[in-house]
């Protein structure tokens, strides 16, 4: 029975099941590849289809592994006979992949409807990432306040669903009126499968709170999820630098970047 790739690539994205597709797009001299052939390799390395079998297709599953990491689409040429790049094979020919990565967009879970996360929605909006909005202030938790939200709650955040709702696909943003309730958002959500926790507050602030939450099996200064106080040190102290600099550290973290310059004349140099 043939696998029906297709069918697989349009379950996958459907599920929001994490993929890269490697697709042959060129073939020089003796190849085991065929022109158009695709294989699917997930997170865990398991794959579905082929692109040709062999040395190769070990490369092109080890080189899926960092296109994971840098979430960029790309194409690669092999040469058949490079010992070096890793082939060696007798074949004496050339293929060319594209690899094609499929992820889950982020999405963020905003506790507080406030000034700030109304600058965040702005520019969620403009690099299209998903939000939601939870505020136990009716006026703050508005549609019309936040027209393009996925979803937005109103209600006492005791009561949210951090269970249902939080995944491990989510990025929780705490920014509460006058912080009141931070902490009780923050301990919910270190309970959950939530990728990134990002709570805004002075460093006096948080470092009160992230003891008070401190266990005897757990402490939240070794939570790599946890980024508090929130954001990127860029300056400024409006709501709207303070928006920019969170989804600065949410991207950063989503695509696994050093957030350093890429100026030439600001990297290092041999001295």
Known sequence: ?????????????????PFVLSTVIRTEGSTPSVMGSRMIIYRDGKTEGTVGGGALEH???DDSKQIFSSGM????????????QGTGMECGGMVEIMFEVFTKRPHIMIFGGGHIALELSKILDIIRFEYSVIDNRKEFA?????PRAVKIYHGDYA??????EI????????????????????????????????MIGSKIKVENTLNALKTEVYDPMNDNRIFSPI????????????????VG???KFYFNKPGNHLSLNRLPRNT
């Open 59 to 61: 490369l092109v599953i």
């Open 231 to 246: 954001g990127l040190d860029l300056g400024g102290d409006s709501p709207e630098l303070i928006a920019l600099s969170i």
């Open 142 to 146: 508005e549609k019309t306040r936040f």
């Open 249 to 251: 550290e949410i991207v």
């Open 73 to 84: 689409n790309l194409t690669k040429t092999y040469d058949l006979t490079d010992k070096e």
């Open 1 to 17: 029975m043939n696998l029906d790739i297709h069918s697989l690539i349009s379950e996958n994205i459907s599920r929001g099941i």
């Open 167 to 198: 995944t491990d696909n989510c990025y929780g943003v705490i920014v509460t009126h006058g912080h009141e309730y931070d902490k009780e958002c923050l301990a919910k959500l270190i309970k959950t499968q939530a990728r990134y926790i990002g």
């Open 159 to 164: 009561d949210f669903d951090f269970e249902a």
